[in-house]
């Protein structure tokens, strides 16, 4: 297609050429080496032609085009109702301008209305979700009993590589407990895709499975997934990138990277933590309550023994030393919340 509209606007520009040469035929008479010049002017149309036409008509078109086919549904609705409201603030403001003299009457209306279109379309989409939010509360819009939202409709929130190739991500998109768009920066698929390109074995098989995963949320639907090419080009580390990203527009980010955690957290960006999650939704456990655990390896202190619950809770026995690979009737005797998870300590109910 832009090889056709190239040919067109090599013709039109050579067209256009030759009409000027006509118009300006006695500038070019009587000059020395007229044919060589006339010829020169025709070719550089034609090449001026050839190279801007695509520029002037389809590279924006497809531009536009794309834009339009990554916006949702409800930034399609927001943009097109922020332009109608613009146009026509414009047009009323745009009616005393109007009275000004020439050339400023005809000039300065139009100039308002684009200004005041393009604003308010700007303006409508940054505060779709807010807008929506207060179109509930006054009742113009009414979402109907046990409807759940449609995917990409809630918060959009940044992803990062440890939450993508962690696994754990699409688990909890497909329990429900994860709404809205997933956004994944282009950099931040780059990187997957360098570990799954990896000579070592082990990256290039969590770069792998992070692609799969990516492919099955996008699959099953319960999440929106959008890849964007949104950058920080004057930030070089990744997770400076996504931080800067977050901090534009409010974005919360998605990840299990605990330095991640602390950068995000120092700059008040809000964090989903993957493994707060995980750490949330274990059983709370008291002291006096029974567990029965199975010690598998000794403690770090004399007599200790280590044994793990179904969620992986770690669990240190006193005295267990001297039943590894047994099943033990225990006791919590307390409870320790740590950065890397909560570790329970108990006593064999045998002593």
Known sequence: MI????????????????????QHYAEFGGAPGEA?????????WTVLG???LPYLTVIPALAVIRSVQQLSTLEFVTAILGLFLGLVLGLLLGLPVAALPEPFGTVA????????????????????????????GLGIVRRAAGETPAPGSGPRVLVDTSAIIDGR?????????????????????????????????????????GLEILGRMRKAGLVAVEVTDEDAPAVAEVD??????????????????LNLNRIADLRGVRVMNVNSLANAVKPAL?????????????????????????????????GGAKSIDA????????????VAGRMIFAQSRRE
Not at 175 to 192: K, Q
Request: proline share 4%; charged share 20%.
């Open 3 to 22: 090889r056709s509209i190239r040919i067109l606007g090599a013709a039109l520009g050579g067209l256009i050429g030759i009409v000027l040469i006509i």
């Open 169 to 209: 991500i699409a688990d909890i998109a497909e329990s429900g407990f994860l709404m809205g768009t997933l956004v994944v920066p282009r950099f931040i698929l780059d990187e997957v895709q360098r570990l799954a390109d990896s000579p070592d074995n082990l990256r290039r098989t969590r770069g792998r499975r």
């Open 36 to 44: 060589l010049l006339a010829i020169a002017w025709i070719v550089a």
């Open 286 to 318: 008291l002291p006096g309550e029974d567990l029965h655990v199975r010690v598998i390896q000794p403690g770090k202190d004399p007599g200790q023994g280590v044994g793990y619950l179904d969620d992986g809770t770690m669990v240190v026995v006193e």
């Open 50 to 52: 050839y190279s801007l």
């Open 109 to 136: 209306p139009l100039a308002v209305s684009v200004f005041m279109g393009l604003g308010m379309v700007g303006l409508t989409v940054a505060k779709r979700h807010d807008l929506l939010a207060a179109a509930a």
């Open 240 to 257: 400076s990138k996504l931080v800067e990203l977050a901090m534009r527009d409010g974005r919360p980010i998605l990840t299990n990277d």
């Open 327 to 338: 099943e033990l009737d225990v006791t919590v005797t307390r409870v320790l919340q740590t």
